[in-house]
């Protein structure tokens, strides 16, 4: 199955954002190769971008905040169990303390390094980061790829706690939800949300079909627009009823 996630409000959108960078930033790099470390930086510049939004610790604070009110109503139901229940409470907890105590700006150490915003000034040109532009980078690219990733992970340090939180909202957002077998008949399908009020849809498809969904949704209504995954201009998947699981998230 191929998910196709669609975050209903911008909190959720910067977490999914955030997630997929430092997902992206891990899998770069965990690469030996300077291109992919090259590739780790850009994401580093954009982890610090996303991150530097003034609202972002106090959404982190509310979410963490939200979801331990939600699961502390739980304790004593006899269908949790009371163990695992403390367990996540506290992650919560150590995660919320965590971005209550962060001070200063958490990607100050990126716009204070001379070195980095050099190269992130020059990655917005095209081919602006070859040799002759950037030398103390092309010595850099050639150090042992251990030294490199090392000193990858020192600059994503500071960024640690804010994955955590991150981390922690979607994860307890995404269990919340149960896949549905839905279809729809000419590719299209339509759907009032009935009080549900979702954070998060879900959309699964089986991998070997060619289509993806085009899905706009808001707290009233979700209206999903099946295509071909084709390259060229999007063709609607008009001549087949398109079978999938849908999945809604909320806390």
């Known amino acids: 199955m191929i998910h196709y996630e669609y975050p209903l409000n911008e909190r959720i959108r910067t977490l999914l954002r955030l997630e997929d960078l430092f997902e992206r930033f891990d899998a770069y790099a965990a690469a030996p190769s300077p291109h992919s470390h090259q590739a780790a930086l850009l994401c580093l510049f954009e982890i610090a971008e996303v991150t530097s939004r003034t609202d972002l610790k106090s959404d982190l604070l509310q979410e963490l905040d939200r979801q331990k009110v939600a699961l502390s109503a739980l304790r004593g139901n006899p269908q949790v169990q009371d163990g695992m229940l403390e367990g996540v409470l506290t992650v919560i907890e150590n995660a919320f303390q965590g971005i209550y105590r962060m001070s200063g700006k958490v990607w100050q150490h990126v716009r204070e390094d001379e070195w980095l915003m050099a190269i992130k000034q020059r990655a917005t040109i095209p081919g602006g980061l070859c040799e002759f532009d950037l030398p103390r980078y092309h010595y850099w690219l050639h150090k042992p790829a251990d030294e490199r990733t090392q000193q990858l992970q020192l600059w994503l340090e500071p960024f640690v706690l804010i994955r955590k939180a991150v981390n922690i909202i979607l994860r307890l957002l995404r269990e919340s939800g149960r896949a549905e077998q839905q279809s729809a008949p000419g590719g299209v399908y339509q759907k009032m949300q009935e009080n549900r009020n979702p954070l998060l849809i879900r959309v699964s498809l089986a991998d070997d079909l060619p289509c993806v969904p085009e899905i706009s949704a808001n707290k009233y209504a979700l209206n999903i627009r099946f295509v ?17 699981e849908l999945s809604f998230f909320t806390l």
Do not use: P, V
């Not at 071909?228 to 999938?244: L, N, T, V």
């Open 228 to 244: 071909y995954a084709g390259f060229g201009q999007a063709r609607a998947c008009a001549d087949q009823a398109i079978d999938f």
